[in-house]
């Protein structure tokens, strides 16, 4: 063999020691340069890794399959494969080609690449971009990527060939779509990608489609269904999931909207009975649009306090808030108001004053004798028994007349405020519901509802 002759047979069987005396070795390749060509190789092994490996795709569950050997060798070979290559070719010239020509490696495409689809983006380069993710098992909830998640989908969609296709091409194969929305210097883009290898882009409310490279495809579903999204969803309205809307709301939803209240201090070491009570004339409704119609405003503000009162044998939640705006102009940003809802404690001994629900004061049957009246209270549940938390803001439907302003709908009458949105409460968290200001203003005093 010639000595500018390259044998790399050595290499399919080579042991940890000859990788890495053939890497001291050959370094033609500029130290400055090593790591980005590794990561190159690992990016190659990346996308073809399914091919490298035979191991069956089914495993025992709670079994975890160690696979850092096949990394080790195939990375540290390739690794040592363009390090020697530069030896003997030409740092310089490996690094400009290597560079500077599509990876033609990290397509599917069957038909010949034309530069005219090669590495273009319909959106460029989406490298400082904001973008936001959605799939079937959150929608729809979004959840916005981290400077680094952009800069590993960008990097993927950087390489991969975008392929325009005929606008009558039927996309989608059976299975679900990964949604990404991408917003770069004030343009907004949606991005649907289908288990096929194809892809709407829409813009401008036009829809262009494509055949996109498997490296492309395949970040976007990672990214949709990455397992580090709780505590970062944001919720947003149906019909607001297109390029534009999905960027109106910012906030993030957090893990309670309403809290179960602590017993007041006051009331440590009293004796305490639980009892849910059957208030004939209370608002019990959990539908926001019932309980709108019969509001006549909607007044928004933080909460400042939660209580409990009583009065006439009845239990109520006083919460106070201070004002930020309301629909009807009626209250100032500012003020501070109280406003009720029932459901709390309230003392035996002033159920007892009360000849109607006197009867009811033993709800296990003892005879009140066995009571320390003065020291027992009800706890009387109406709803779910939650109540809003301290600190943050959350819109009331209200209604005044001359006793002057009381609440709607008891607790459902009370919807948490989450950046431009406001989110219906419910006994089961999994239908809540999403409104704007705008739209709850529109059904205040709606008669035509209530029939």
């Known amino acids: 063999m010639k000595n500018n002759e390259l044998n790399l047979d050595l290499l399919e069987n080579a042991d940890d020691n000859t990788v890495k005396r053939l890497s001291a070795e050959y370094s033609a390749v500029m130290d400055k340069d090593v790591s980005r060509l590794y ?8 996308s073809r890794k399914n091919e490298l490996s035979y191991e069956p795709q089914d495993t025992v569950s709670g079994v975890e399959i160690y696979r850092r050997p096949l990394w080790h060798k195939v990375l540290a070979a390739a690794s040592v494969l363009l390090l020697a ?6 740092g310089a010239l490996l690094i400009r080609n290597f560079s500077s020509r599509p990876d033609d490696t990290l397509t599917d495409m069957t038909e010949p690449e034309t530069a005219a689809c090669l590495n273009i983006a319909p959106f460029g380069d989406i490298s400082e971009a904001r973008v936001r993710f959605t799939g079937a098992a959150y929608v729809p909830y979004l959840y916005e990527a981290t400077t680094e998640e952009v800069s590993e989908l960008a990097e993927a969609f950087n390489l991969a060939a975008w392929e325009e296709l005929p606008a009558d091409t039927p996309l989608g194969a059976d299975g679900e779509s990964a949604l990404v929305y991408v917003n770069t210097d004030g343009q907004t883009y949606k991005l649907v990608f289908y288990p096929d290898g194809t892809a709407d882009c829409v813009h401008d409310d036009i829809t262009t489609k494509y055949k996109v490279s498997e490296v492309a495809v395949s970040a976007a579903y990672s990214a949709v269904n990455s397992e580090n ?12 999931l297109n390029e534009d809307g999905v960027w109106k709301n910012d906030e993030v939803m957090p893990e309670k909207l309403f809290e179960e209240p602590a017993l007041p201090e006051e009331l440590e070491g009293k004796y305490i009975i639980d009892n849910t009570p059957l208030y004939d004339y209370a608002w019990d409704i959990e539908d926001v649009r019932k309980d709108a119609a019969y509001a006549d405003n909607i007044i928004v503000g933080t909460v400042d306090s939660v209580s409990f009162k009583s009065h006439g044998g009845t239990a109520y939640t006083a919460i106070d808030i201070i004002v930020s705006e309301d629909a009807a102009g009626k209250v100032s940003a500012g003020e501070h108001l109280s406003l009720g809802i029932l459901g709390g404690y309230v003392p035996m001994k002033e159920k007892m004053s009360d000849p109607g629900v006197q009867a009811h004061a033993s709800p296990d049957g003892l005879e009140l004798k066995d009571y320390d009246v003065d020291n027992t209270y009800y706890h009387e549940t109406v709803g779910t028994g939650l109540v809003p ?40 968290a999994s239908i809540n519901e999403f409104f704007d200001l705008d739209e709850l203003s529109s059904m205040l005093s709606k008669e035509d509802i209530l029939r």
């Open 39 to 46: 990561a190159r190789a690992e990016k190659l092994y990346d």
């Open 85 to 90: 290559a530069g030896a003997v070719t030409g």
């Open 229 to 240: 999204i709780y505590g970062r969803l944001i919720p947003c309205k149906i019909d607001d």
């Open 389 to 428: 938390i301290v600190g943050r803001e959350y819109a009331f439907l209200t209604h005044s007349d001359e006793n002057g302003c009381s609440m709607v709908g008891e607790e459902y009458g009370i919807l948490y405020k989450c950046g431009s949105l406001y989110i219906s409460h419910t006994s089961m």
